[in-house]
């Protein structure tokens, strides 16, 4: 069990998006991929990742919402949160760290720089056990 894989809940609306994330992190992690936020929500429930990555802008919950959903259920609140989103407004980026995501990456993917601020956020994660 010692080199069990992380566990990612990632939620985006595209599932290009969501097919480009299991390529880029299916194979080292454990990815569990979400369209929805309620579904997403629904699986969270009685389980802890050890990242989150969210869209900002999606069609039932929005990231910022389910953002705040997760930051305040008592085996959420730790997990470290990277947003994912087309939105490069600061506004948006001020708004998603000051609800407590660890991260922002702007769309379309760089897989350079997402993988390395999911290692950082992972690495992070793991430096509090």
Request: glycine content about 6%.
């Amino acid at each position: 069990m010692l080199f069990e894989k992380k566990k990612i809940v990632a939620v985006d609306d595209s599932g290009i998006v969501l097919k480009m994330l299991t390529k880029l992190l299916g194979e080292k992690y454990d990815l569990h991929a979400f369209s929805g936020g309620n579904r997403a929500l629904q699986f969270l429930k009685n389980r802890t990742p050890d990242l989150i990555i969210l869209d900002i802008d999606m069609p039932e919950i929005n990231g910022y919402e389910m953002l705040k959903i997760i930051k305040e259920k008592e085996h959420l609140k730790d997990v470290p949160v990277i947003f994912l989103t087309s939105n490069n407004d600061k506004n948006h980026v001020v708004r998603a760290v000051a609800g407590g995501a660890k991260d922002y990456v702007v769309k379309p993917i760089d897989e350079e720089i997402l993988m390395d601020k999911v290692h950082a956020a992972l690495e992070e994660e793991a430096s509090f056990i």
